[in-house]
């Protein structure tokens, strides 16, 4: 590899760091760019090819798997679970998280889920993540 290509994952690595770290807060492109050190264009297109998903898609990703733990819970309404993961819209969020998990948050809480509750939460995060 390049020493640029080897420089330019470092900075992927901690523009992915920060999303994960703070998927609740207001992140946009352009933020988690500056991070990276890059312009947003470049970064999109960079982050895209080096984990196969658009920026805002990876983000989506984190806070549904975040939403998912949250409801199964149990103690937080949808309402509040789609704010307390950092999506300001309850219709988006709804749409998001039925694509990924193939169910509405509604139904998702409804379901058992007292198999995960005797696994640690790293392999429980493991089998319920989210993909396309």
Do not use: W
């Not at 390049?2 to 470092?10: K, Q, S």
């Not at 679970?81 to 998702?108: D, I, M, Q």
Request: aromatic share 6%; charged share 25%; proline share 5%.
């Amino acid at each position: 590899m390049r020493p640029e290509a080897i420089d330019n994952l470092a900075h992927l690595r901690r523009a992915r760091d920060l999303m994960d770290r703070e998927f609740a807060s207001p992140l946009d492109v352009a933020t988690v760019a500056r991070a990276a050190l890059m312009s947003t264009a470049h970064f999109a297109r960079e982050f895209k090819a080096a984990y196969g998903e658009s920026p805002y898609s990876y983000l989506m990703t984190r806070r549904i798997e975040r939403a998912q733990a949250l409801l199964r819970a149990g103690d937080l309404s949808v309402t509040e679970v789609c704010l307390a993961v950092g999506c300001s819209s309850l219709g988006s969020f709804s749409a998001r998280f039925t694509e990924l998990v193939g169910a509405t948050p509604t139904a998702y809480r409804a379901q058992d889920h007292e198999a995960l509750e005797r696994v640690p939460g790293c392999i429980a995060r493991e089998a319920t993540r989210p993909g396309r």
